[in-house]
């Protein structure tokens, strides 16, 4: 009996995950046929308007919360919306 008659299957393990790693990252990644928003998109730059107005300001505040904030009805917070 010869020991080369296993050899095979240890040499499949390592070769099927590697296999089976590249087929799920070609078929998720898929970057032959991804969009190429770089290369195949025109973008026509437009100058940027509109104005600034300074609307209050706060200074020397000691609280730690925002009044009205809803950090702790995390029920309603993430429900949906009927």
Do not use: C
Request: hydrophobic share 30%; no cysteine; aromatic share 8%.
């Amino acid at each position: 009996m010869s020991d080369d008659s296993g050899l095979w299957l240890l040499a499949a393990g390592p070769a099927g995950a590697t296999a089976l790693y590249w087929a799920l990252y070609r078929y998720y990644r898929n970057t032959d046929k991804s969009h190429a928003f770089e290369r195949e998109t025109a973008i026509e730059a437009k100058p940027v308007t509109g104005t600034d107005v300074k609307v209050g300001e706060v200074r020397g505040t000691q609280q730690r919360r925002i009044d009205g904030d809803n950090t702790g009805a995390h029920r309603r917070r993430v429900g949906r919306r009927r």
